[in-house]
Each structure stands twice: as structure tokens, then as C-alpha cells.
């Protein structure tokens, strides 16, 4: 009797395990690249645009380019973080030095990661898909 409530105790917590694995699966599965990109389009335009100008040129001397960036695409780590908090640190790009400071900006895990995708894809730059759990543990390293 107490094997066989054992063995009726464990099978729901195989069947949570396997809908769970399941639901992380298909999460990863689904996550839609050329949508993302295409939603980091519009908050480009709201809040980099300004700085970093349309063609992800930026302003030579003062603000970075994001087109065809070596520092952007060398640490997509380091490139969610200064999204999410700002940089205030001397940055190299292409050759150039940089140091005027980039606040963060209160922007949801999707949009942080909406933004990041697009980009990291556009302008010349081919980079991996930053999902919005990329930010979300990004966030926990506080």
C-alpha cells in the first residue's frame, strides 16, 4: 500500500514537469525575431532616436554609432544593461573614443528587448536574438 502512494503521489509531479518543460519549450519556439525587430523600430524612434539619429550614425564626438558597431556587437550583455541603466563610462566605438553619458530608460523586458533586436539588426549589424528573459535575468544581477 505505501509503494503504491508513492507511485500515485510522483505522477502528478511528472505530468507538471512535462506541461512545464512543455510551456518553456514553446515559448522559445515561438519567440519571432522579425517581429521583435520590427516592434524595436518604434521604440527607437521614441527614445534613441534622438541621440543615435535615424541611420544609427550618431553624432561623431558626442554620441555613439549603433550602425556597424564593434563595441555594440562585442557584449550583448553589456549592450542590454547600458539600455536598461545607462552608461556613464569611456566607450571605444569604431575607433573613437566617447564619454558623454546615456541614461537608462524605464522600458518593459519586451521593449528592452524589441529595441536591442533592432538594433543589433540593423544598419549592417547581424547579431543573436535578445529575448525578453535575457533582460529579465540581466535585472537580477544587481
Not at 33 to 52: M, W
Not at 66 to 86: F, N, P, T
Not at 97 to 109: Q, V
Request: with cysteine.
Amino acid at each position: 500500500m505505501i509503494r503504491l502512494k508513492s507511485k500515485f503521489l510522483s505522477i502528478p509531479a511528472i505530468i507538471i514537469s512535462i506541461i512545464f518543460f512543455s510551456f518553456d519549450f514553446q515559448t522559445q519556439q515561438s519567440f519571432d525575431l522579425k517581429a521583435s525587430i520590427a516592434r524595436g523600430k518604434e521604440v527607437y524612434v521614441g527614445y534613441c532616436l534622438s541621440c543615435h539619429m535615424e541611420s544609427g550614425e550618431g553624432i561623431e564626438g558626442v554620441y555613439p554609432p549603433l550602425a556597424k558597431a564593434d563595441y555594440l556587437m562585442a557584449d550583448k550583455k553589456r549592450s542590454i544593461r547600458q539600455v536598461v541603466y545607462g552608461a556613464d563610462e569611456e566607450m571605444k566605438v569604431n575607433g573613437k573614443i566617447y564619454n558623454t553619458p546615456m541614461t537608462g530608460f524605464d522600458l518593459s523586458d519586451q521593449e528592452a528587448s524589441d529595441v536591442l533586436n533592432y538594433i543589433r539588426n540593423s544598419w549592417g549589424n547581424k547579431g543573436d536574438a535578445v529575448k525578453p528573459g535575457d533582460i529579465k535575468e540581466a535585472r537580477k544581477k544587481d
